[in-house]
């Protein structure tokens, strides 16, 4: 079975500092892997995701994420962190050859952006 | 309007109602989803369906039974409402293609919903 690890519910940075999200992943073959964000009384929405093409994805709002194979990671960073990032972010995955799309997500970190 | 709705957006109810969460989507998807979103679990899924009139259990099926008629809708009902179903609900919805796993998955607002 697959699952994910948030490493920190909670992460808090300065506007303009550098945002590390971490994500770690168990799975005996890499799984598609994602990220979602969620801002206060929203759904989820898709940030970036990797599939099989680069190992560095790039995503909407300047994030990025770099599937890393031998650390079973797919971390997510920005390099300058805005007041509007604060919200919620969870990491996924989704298996290959089957498993009907379905999705396994980790338990949060909620951003906090300081001013 | 296009895209994936939920209705109602709150609700509160007693122990032992019937509830129904409603969903509907404007994409024609072939997947729909319904998510159970609760504080240091992330989103636990609860029942899909790949097309109409196929479904199957998630990881927390247990108190729910949902139905899909028609591509577009997909509720999702507890049929004997309990403090632990308090949660926030989300419906969520994606193509189908050769890959499935790596397709998008777009969610709705969400419904709240307290059990007294």
């Known amino acids: 079975a697959q699952s994910v690890t948030q490493l920190g519910s909670h992460v808090s940075v300065s506007e303009g500092a550098l945002v590390l999200l971490r994500c770690n992943y168990s799975?005996?073959?890499?799984?598609?892997l994602f990220w979602y964000v969620q801002y206060p009384n929203q759904g989820l929405q898709l940030l970036l995701k990797y599939t099989s093409a680069a190992t560095l994805v790039k995503g909407i709002n300047g994030f990025e994420a770099e599937f890393k194979k031998s650390e079973t990671s797919f971390h997510l960073t920005k390099p300058s962190a805005h007041m509007s990032d604060a919200a919620e972010y969870f990491c996924a995955v989704s298996p290959r050859g089957g498993g009907g799309n379905k999705l396994t997500f980790g338990t949060g970190t909620q951003l906090k952006v300081e001013l | 309007d296009a895209g994936i709705t939920q209705s109602p957006r709150y609700k509160i109810t007693e122990t032992g109602r019937q509830v129904t969460l409603m969903c509907h989507q404007t994409w024609s998807h072939s997947y729909m989803f319904w998510y159970r979103q609760d504080l240091g679990h992330g989103l636990r899924l609860i029942y899909y369906s790949a097309a109409a009139d196929i479904t199957d259990k998630g990881e927390v099926p247990d108190g729910y039974v949902v139905s899909r008629s028609k591509t577009e809708n997909f509720p999702l009902t507890l049929e004997s409402a309990t403090r632990s179903q308090t949660s926030v609900y989300f419906c969520a919805s994606s193509e189908s293609r050769v890959l499935a796993g790596e397709n998008e998955q777009f969610f709705g607002p969400g419904t709240r919903l307290t059990v007294l």
């Open positions: 799975s005996s073959v890499p799984p598609y």
